[in-house]
């Protein structure tokens, strides 16, 4: 049984591939931020792993998880936070530490001096 082996550099020709783009998006969108390789007069490579870490890179901050089977994914739900508009019952956690403080303030300035 023989075990396929990945080259470590892989040719200008062939990263696009690779990455599963066409050569215009690689050139536009990758190519930038990777270390080109000479190799020969003419030839250029890149680092497969400098590869394989510009895609974790670009999925960290634009992937999305897949769409939810029946359903709508995720990132389409409308989730509003912070305040609205309507009235809500309660108590306000703001008020409550207000109040609390106050008694406390009004029983230390209302204590007599001990003598010592």
Do not use: C
Not at 74 to 101: I, M
Request: charged content about 30%.
């Amino acid at each position: 049984m023989s075990a396929t082996i990945l080259p470590r550099l892989i040719r200008l020709r062939d990263a696009a591939h690779y990455l599963g783009m066409d050569p215009n998006r690689f050139n536009a969108e990758v190519r930038p931020y990777v270390i080109e390789i000479p190799i020969g007069k003419q030839g250029i490579a890149f680092d497969r792993l400098d590869l394989d870490a510009w895609v974790d890179q670009y999925k960290e901050s634009n992937g999305r998880p897949g769409k939810a089977i029946g359903g709508k994914p995720p990132w389409d739900k409308k989730f509003h936070q912070g305040s609205s508009r309507e009235a809500k019952s309660g108590t306000s956690r703001k008020q409550s530490v207000e109040e609390e403080f106050k008694k406390v303030l009004e029983q230390a300035i209302s204590r007599k001096p001990r003598n010592t």
